[in-house]
């Protein structure tokens, strides 16, 4: 009767696939679990390091709430307050201790001009919710060169993020400790490659990893300028004394280009802005809400800490060191907090973190934006392939990769590497402004004449600004940022060119219905001799149709005849060809070989499809495999791009069982067709 049994269904595979539908499978866990013991164990190794893998089901939890994303996305830019007056004062001693007032002034500006690109910015993330900053801007509402001009600036950019940042993160480290000042180079490489290893474990872990020092700088900076300012107000400020190694006032007259000069220095200040616009799609919903409220926050910290610093440090009297330490900033902390205290120790404990992990807004924006690019065509594609834990890995190990060779080819010095920072940023919001103001032309939706006036003048004064950076930094190194950009974008040509052009080599008519193939195929098997991994080849041959050869390259006539006799008496349906050569080479003979099976095709006849079924021994140990297969390995090469030639690779692995020792299907690794097929 119904119901009285029941019956279990075991379909193949069933560890390893669900069955969604007729002819597809949605893989499990384990189908993604390495087979061998080597691949178990590196993976017990990457779990360790970056975590297990993530599914792409687990993405929307890996996104960011406004305070992670505050960490992440606006270290680089508040943390530039710990550099940016540093800068400005290098300038301004050259006018003598009297021109040190305009600092002040130079501060204010520059926060003005943070106000403008932050308004501008915030509507860039409500415009463009799927990321991109500059880029996405410029190349869809300008042209697509200009949007390559745009991210080429930005991938410099943000590789000088991780350099600049390290490098006065190592300042401050060398204020506490000296001696640090010795290895800045080896520091570095080592937090940098650190920093890799966080952001290869993805944003959430990240977040929780940068969040704790991005927040206690915030708030002990805070702190100094909120005590600085009482201290103002109450008279008891007091001058620090000159230290020994102070840069020397000089008595260069304070005008209005070494105002310029400072205001481009300072500028700095505004480097890591855009990197909430790029990241937009790491937020959680609603992304654009977010990342707009992000961009107004992170903006208002940076704009008081900076100005505040500003004043602190005039009102102090501090001048930069020679060397770059001790800071500007260790030497404002002390002066509020009180040399040596614990609460100075702490501040500059918390700005090393900071300034390195202000890296981490690099390590979120770069990897999008090389995602980007190689999504339209313009980098290799392996760079929009997402890792394990659903972070973009190539990205993020060529940024590490770039960085550190900076800073060692630079010494980690903070001031040689600032030139090359400020021109990729204003680059940046020139073009998006600009491509902001031509959006609401074009849309002209609500509101559309306050948005336009607002990235008009942004697109003004970011333009002006730049023209400013690259005339006052031009040849202390900002020509290298001018030579590179066009590089870059003459090399994102060059790969969009040759993706088009294999695009169009591969394409096929939408309406063509693919017939079943009227060339005739023959199977060639390069043998030394017969043994079980020959007799697999053979019969793999056999299976794809009935024209099955083998040939043999010998220096020794009399020995491969003999290998020939007992050739013919294993296999009396495959002829083996013998190619005698008078120097030991293999593959060229072979190449001759096939090419002379062609010659023998008659005239007007298309040559066969030719698979060449190259055995390769297996071992059982790693180690033993730079022992075998060096010649399948040379013919292989030789062979790939061969016209109507398709390659197997035929893996024979040594069985316990030799019952099932010549079973051909299990051994067939792979199938690859030449570009020529």
């Known amino acids: 009767m119904l119901g009285d049994r029941r019956v279990r269904v075991d379909r193949p595979h069933q560890p390893f696939f669900r069955y969604a539908d007729e002819g ?84 204010i500006a520059i926060a003005l001009l943070l106000a403008v690109v932050a308004l501008s910015y915030r509507q860039v993330c409500e415009a463009f919710p799927n990321g991109g900053g500059a880029y996405a801007v410029a190349r869809s509402e300008l042209t697509p060169l200009l949007g390559l001009i745009a991210a080429a600036a930005l991938l410099i950019d943000y590789v000088m993020t991780v350099a600049v940042s390290t490098s006065s993160a190592l300042d401050q480290l060398a204020s506490l400790a000296p001696a640090a000042g010795d290895y800045k180079v080896l520091i570095a490489a080592v937090v940098i490659t ?32 909120v005590v600085g300012a009482f201290n103002m107000f109450t008279g008891s400020v ?12 000089a008595l260069e007259p304070l005008a209005l280009v070494l105002l310029l000069r ?80 614990i609460l100075q120790a702490t501040f500059l404990i918390a700005t090393m973190l900071i300034l390195f992990l202000a890296a981490n807004t690099s390590y979120n924006a770069f990897p999008r ?79 559309w004449r306050r948005r336009l006036a607002i990235n008009g003048l942004g697109a ?29 974008v003459a090399g994102m040509l060059f790969i969009n060119r040759q993706y088009r052009a294999s695009a169009a080599q591969l394409a096929i008519d939408p309406d063509v219905v693919i017939p079943p193939p009227r060339r005739d195929d023959r199977v060639i098997v390069p043998v030394t001799g017969v043994n079980r991994a020959i007799v697999q080849a053979v019969n793999i041959g056999r ?38 050569t008078e120097v030991r080479i293999l593959v060229e003979p072979i190449l001759a070989y096939l090419d002379h099976l062609d010659a023998q095709m008659p ?18 140990h790693w180690w033993e495999r730079g022992l075998y297969n060096q010649s399948a390995k040379r013919l292989r090469a030789a062979l790939i791009g061969r016209p109507h030639t398709v390659i197997v690779d035929m893996a024979y692995r040594r069985s316990d069982h030799p019952a099932v020792a010549f079973e051909p299907a299990p051994a067939v690794r792979s199938a690859r067709p030449s570009t020529g097929t």
């Not at 023209?467 to 020509?479: D, P, S, T």
């Not at 005239?603 to 059982?620: H, K, M, S």
Request: aromatic share 10%; glycine share 8%; net charge neutral.
């Open 24 to 107: 597809q499978l949605v893989a499990r866990p384990a189908a993604s679990e390495p087979r061998t013991s080597a691949g178990r164990a590196l993976a017990r190794v990457r779990a360790v390091l970056f975590g297990r893998p993530l599914s792409i089901h687990e993405e929307i939890g890996e996104r960011l709430s406004k305070v992670k994303a505050l960490a992440i996305f606006s270290s680089d830019a508040i943390s530039s307050s710990a550099y940016a007056t540093e800068e400005i004062l290098r300038v301004l001693v050259l006018a003598g201790a009297a021109a040190l007032f305009a600092s002040i002034e130079v501060s």
């Open 543 to 580: 299976s794809i149709g009935p024209d099955v050869r083998a040939v043999m390259v010998s220096d020794d006539g009399p020995a491969a005849l003999a290998k020939r006799e007992e050739w013919d008496r294993r296999f009396d349906d495959v002829p083996l060809d013998i190619v005698e």
């Open 238 to 249: 007091h001058p620090l004394p000159r230290q020994s190694n102070a840069v020397a006032f």
């Open 369 to 447: 934006l090389a995602a980007l690019l190689a999504a339209d065509g313009y980098m290799p594609r392996q760079f929009a392939f997402r890792g394990d834990r659903l972070a973009y890995s190539w990205g993020i190990v060529l940024l590490a990769a770039v960085a550190i060779g900076l800073v060692a080819l630079f010494g980690g010095t903070t001031t040689l590497l600032i030139p090359l920072y400020a021109v990729g940023v204003f680059v940046c919001f020139s073009l998006s402004q600009a491509g902001m103001v031509r959006h609401w032309l074009r849309l002209r939706g609500s509101g």
């Open 194 to 225: 650190l920093m890799t290893i966080a952001n290869l474990r993805g944003l959430r872990e990240s977040g929780n990893i940068f969040a704790v020092p991005t927040y206690v700088f915030v708030l002990l900076a805070l702190s100094i300028v």
């Open 603 to 620: 005239a007007g006849e298309p040559a066969p499809i030719t698979f060449v079924i190259v055995p390769e021994f297996v071992p059982r």
């Open 460 to 488: 003004l004064v970011t333009t002006v600004v730049l023209a400013i950076v690259v005339y006052e930094k031009f040849f202390a190194g900002a020509y290298l940022v001018v030579i590179l950009i066009p590089v870059l």
């Open 262 to 341: 400072a205001f481009a220095s300072g500028s700095v200040a505004l480097t890591g802005v855009e990197a909430i616009a790029n990241g937009v799609p790491a937020f959680k919903p609603p992304e654009a809400r977010n990342a707009a409220n992000t961009m107004i926050a992170m903006a208002f910290l940076l704009g008081v800490i900076f100005v505040g610093v500003s004043v602190v440090a005039f009102a102090y009297a501090v001048v930069p060191s020679v060397g770059g330490y001790p800071s500007v900033i260790s030497l404002v902390s002390g002066a509020v907090f009180g040399e040596g205290t």
